[in-house]
């Protein structure tokens, strides 16, 4: 298997544009979460996905924030406009299920963004 | 709520010394407990995990960590540390009834030579 695939591995970016980061979870895992690190924050569950349904999406920072997930094999995450702020690395990790710390939470390799 | 407490941000420590890198918790309900590793510019690998039963957990790369209840605490160990483990830690929770994954803040740990 090839693990949870996130790209782009790298974005920069002028402020005020979209931004959209991509991940492919591990097939036949029902739960997908991403997060965000940063130095001042550390590492942030922004929303997390149950069979391609938001479960909790309270960590999303703002209203220029949106996650989608359309099929169990695909999720993004978008910022509309971006701000230097939103400058971070962002993870996504997914699981076979909902509470399956047996299984542990594999994550991608990241992407790292960048808003100028 | 869960929070998760790392008790030192860098740890130096030369190579083949022992090692211990501290966490505790604070949760209202049971949670499973995890230590992950990140390499430079890497993701986050799972290094060990601790769901039930014995409270002393066996990971990959010779690290270890016990589980406290009573001290709510999870701290990682290892015996003998290599330049390669040079590497930022975190520890983990997670309610199973939830399936959120709440991290420390990280530990930085330096192996020197």
Not at chain 2, 15 to 44: H, I, K, T
Not at chain 2, 52 to 78: C, D, M, P, W, Y
Request: glycine share 8%; proline share 7%.
């Amino acid at each position: 298997d090839a693990g949870v695939i996130q790209s782009p591995r790298h974005e920069v970016t002028e402020m005020g544009q979209e931004v959209t980061l991509r991940c492919k979870p591990i097939s036949g895992h029902n739960s997908l979460f991403w997060y965000r690190q940063t130095m001042m924050r550390g590492l942030e569950l922004l929303i997390y996905f149950n069979n391609n349904v938001p479960i909790d999406d309270s960590g999303m920072p703002e209203d220029r924030f949106s996650a989608k997930m359309p099929n169990a094999s695909f999720s993004t995450l978008k910022i509309q406009p971006s701000e230097p702020r939103d400058s971070a690395v962002y993870f996504c990790a997914s699981t076979p299920r909902i509470g399956a710390g047996d299984y542990g939470y594999t994550f991608g390799s990241g992407t790292r963004l960048t808003v100028v | 709520a869960q929070s998760v407490t790392q008790l030192d941000s860098q740890v130096p420590v030369f190579e083949e010394a022992p090692v211990e890198l501290r966490c505790n918790y604070s949760s209202s309900v049971s949670v499973y407990l995890f230590w992950y590793v990140q390499y430079p510019n890497q993701g986050l690998q799972l290094l060990l995990k601790y769901l039930s039963g014995s409270t002393l957990v066996k990971g990959i790369n010779g690290f270890e960590a016990e589980f406290n209840k009573s001290q709510t605490s999870f701290h990682l160990r290892k015996p003998s540390v290599h330049i390669s483990d040079t590497a930022e830690y975190f520890c983990a929770v997670s309610p199973p009834q939830t399936g959120k994954l709440i991290f420390g803040q990280g530990t930085t740990l330096q192996v020197k030579p």
